[in-house]
T-cell receptor
Framework: NAGVTQTPKFRVLKTGQSMTLLCAQDMNHEYMYWYRQDPGMGLRLIHYSVGEGTTAKGEVPDGYNVSRLKKQNFLLGLESAAPSQTSVYFC?????????FGPGTRLTVL | QQQVKQSPQSLIVQKGGISIINCAYENTAFDYFPWYQQFPGKGPALLIAIRPDVSEKKEGRFTISFNKSAKQFSLHIMDSQPGDSATYFCAASPWGGTASKLTFGTGTRLQVTL
């Protein structure tokens, strides 16, 4: 069991470029989350999904879009990257109450 | 609005000492209080969790103390070891098995020195 995997691990973008981060899980969990982690600010929820075909906004959704076409995958998109989106992005799935995190994607926007 | 306040931001403890991290919450609907541990370059992982029907939960060297009336909970790490050096996040959510979104504290970076 791989648990929660994230692709890519690192990425450098130029301002205005777009990209998609992929989260995949083999835990058969309904609920999936995207967070960003910035120094001194903890984990902030970007978007989440309570099941295939559903998405909802979290605390800091602006500049991001998500899709959950398959239960096992949750995609995070940046349409026009900005330097303020430089961060470490974590995907998580949720069991009964516990969340299981992926290893993260470190994104730098120049 | 920060619903879970965590302190201190950083902590240095000598090997063998006790590390104490505190969190306070505002939302009385919160009914589940986990602590997550994160090592550099890794995602957070559940360390220990408590529900308010007990005032304390212990797992090995890690103990959660919970004060419902004060809306506070804390993590105690006894006999702290260099391998405990990590960032610790408290969190809170309603209990229920549905998409109970966790609200995280801002994290405490713990360094255990020799």
């Amino acid at each position: 069991n791989a648990g929660v995997t994230q692709t890519p691990k690192f990425r450098v973008l130029k301002t205005g470029q777009s990209m998609t981060l992929l989260c995949a899980q083999d835990m058969n969990h309904e609920y999936m989350y995207w967070y960003r982690q910035d120094p001194g600010m903890g984990l902030r929820l970007i978007h989440y999904s309570v099941g295939e075909g559903t998405t909802a906004k979290g605390e800091v959704p602006d500049g991001y879009n998500v899709s959950r076409l398959k239960k096992q995958n949750f995609l995070l998109g940046l349409e026009s990257a900005a330097p303020s989106q430089t961060s470490v992005y974590f995907c998580a799935t949720q069991g009964y109450n516990e969340q299981f995190f992926g290893p993260g994607t470190r994104l730098t926007v120049l | 609005q920060q619903q879970v306040k965590q302190s201190p931001q950083s902590l240095i403890v000598q090997k063998g000492g006790i590390s104490i991290i505190n969190c306070a919450y505002e939302n009385t609907a919160f009914d589940y209080f986990p602590w997550y541990q994160q090592f550099p370059g890794k995602g957070p992982a559940l360390l220990i969790a408590i529900r308010p029907d007990v005032s304390e939960k212990k797992e090995g060297r890690f103990t959660i103390s919970f004060n419902k009336s004060a809306k506070q909970f804390s993590l105690h790490i006894m006999d702290s070891q260099p391998g405990d050096s990590a960032t610790y996040f408290c969190a809170a959510s309603p209990w229920g098995g549905t998409a109970s979104k966790l609200t995280f504290g801002t994290g405490t970076r713990l360094q255990v020195t020799l």
